[in-house]
């Protein structure tokens, strides 16, 4: 029998998930005396320890830095100034600080997942419950939408009344299958590229994000932490990691990754080994009548570019003002300009991406033309200072403020 469905609560804001885009609109919410509610399926001490992102633009740090959402990480997290792209058995150091004035920060997700809950929750005082399930939207096009779930401690199905529903549970929530498929159309590309991302319990080998082309495939090289360290290596979509021995990842990760005066690969424990199938795909528009997605529920971006966290928080960013906006003055015109606004950075994320995947992944594609075509891309970012600045532009995103 299914138990009793308790009298319902109402909320102005119902965010559904709590990942960075989730956390950061509810803070911004919070912030402005606007009440919300964020639903969240799985518990809070998973949420606080799930790896993924790491790098975070200086554009997007200063976004968190005026809503008072960046203490931690400005104590704790990198600067990165250079890369290096390694190919044809040589190393090439790309300086993009000096050529910007901007900074890559290296900071790992769970770390500002950990700091935005208790920002949310401990400090702004933010409703906030896990571990819901069977998450449903109602009446999104009516003036009274509403969000129900399974309560995991009594069974319960509550349902909160709202003024707005925020979509930001990620690529495989429920809010985007309930955007209107007569209005939203999605756009997908399949890179036909899988990625062996790892994680290693072991201190950075290289001081800098190292990039490897070879023609045995493309492998990466980022730090975390001080004594973790993230690897790729591209692969097959679909293979299965356990085919991927500690033994065959490291001589993989040394053969592609070789240069000449590089410093050796430092080997440890690998904490993380799983396969990501390389994909895009963007929601067009991001917003039908209530319901409002941001981040990885509106448009994935693979982690080729590392640029999906950057635009989840963007969207929060303005999905946030837009909210407050509307709630406490009357004023729709943010919420209204929220999609397009959001659609124009995505769409560049997306090209900058697609255009990154063909450096990354040409050399090793067995067609000589790709593979020359590559080398002729790769060359020119160190023979042209006008390539050079283009590139470092886009690999920052310096043009947004937020
Ligand atoms: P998520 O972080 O996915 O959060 C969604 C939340 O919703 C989750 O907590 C989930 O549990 C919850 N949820 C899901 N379904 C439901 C439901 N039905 N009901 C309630 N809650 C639900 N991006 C970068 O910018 N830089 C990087 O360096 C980078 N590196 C990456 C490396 C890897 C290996 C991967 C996989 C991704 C990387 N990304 C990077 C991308 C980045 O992790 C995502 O873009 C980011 O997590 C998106 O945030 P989000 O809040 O939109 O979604």
């Known amino acids: 029998m299914t138990p009793a469905s308790p009298a319902s609560e109402r909320f102005p804001v119902v965010v559904v998930g709590a990942g960075p885009a989730g956390l950061v609109l509810g803070s911004v919410l919070r912030d402005a005396g606007v009440g919300c509610l964020v639903l969240e399926s799985e518990t809070r001490e998973f949420i606080e320890r799930r790896p993924r992102a790491g790098v975070i633009e200086e554009w997007v740090v200063r976004g968190l830095e005026r809503r008072g959402l960046a203490r931690g990480l400005l104590e704790r997290a990198q600067r990165h100034g250079e890369c290096e792209f390694r190919f044809g058995g040589e190393r090439f150091r790309f300086r993009y600080g000096e050529l910007t004035g901007l900074h890559h920060w290296v900071y790992p997700q769970q770390f500002l997942v950990t700091d935005l809950v208790r920002e949310y929750a401990d400090v702004r005082g933010g409703a906030i419950r896990f571990g819901v399930r069977d998450v449903r939207l109602d009446g999104m096009d009516s003036e009274r939408p509403s969000v129900s779930y399974t309560d995991p401690g009594t069974g319960e199905r509550p349902t909160v009344e709202c003024a707005f529903v925020a979509g930001c549970d990620g690529a495989r929530g429920v809010t985007r299958a309930a955007m209107p498929a007569d209005r939203v159309r999605t756009a997908r590309l399949d890179y036909g590229i899988g990625w062996l991302a790892l994680l290693a319990e072991a201190p950075q080998s290289a001081d800098c994000v190292v990039f490897g082309m070879h ?38 990760l040394r053969e592609r990754l070789a240069a000449g005066g590089a410093p050796p690969l430092n080997e440890g424990r690998l904490i993380e080994k799983r396969v990501l199938d390389m994909h895009n795909y963007v929601v067009e528009p991001m917003a039908a009548g209530r319901l409002f997605l941001a981040g990885d529920a509106a448009h994935l971006t693979a982690p080729i570019a590392a640029k999906g966290m950057n635009l989840a928080l963007h969207d929060a960013f303005l999905l946030g003002e837009g909210l407050v906006a509307r709630l406490t003055k009357g004023d729709g015109d943010g919420l209204s300009a929220y999609s397009a606004t959001c659609l124009r950075r995505v769409w560049d994320y997306q090209e900058f991406s697609q255009w990154l995947s063909e450096v990354y992944h040409g050399t090793a594609s067995g067609d000589p033309y790709r593979a020359g075509t590559t080398l002729a891309r790769l060359r020119r970012l160190f023979d042209s200072p006008v390539a050079a600045a283009a590139f470092a532009e886009q690999y920052l995103g310096a043009r947004t403020v937020a």
């Open 215 to 252: 023609p045995r495939g493309f492998a990466g090289h980022m730090q975390r932490s001080t004594d973790v360290t993230r690897y790729y290596l591209q692969c097959p979509p679909g293979d299965d990691p356990e085919a991927w021995s500690h033994r065959r990842v490291w001589a993989e």
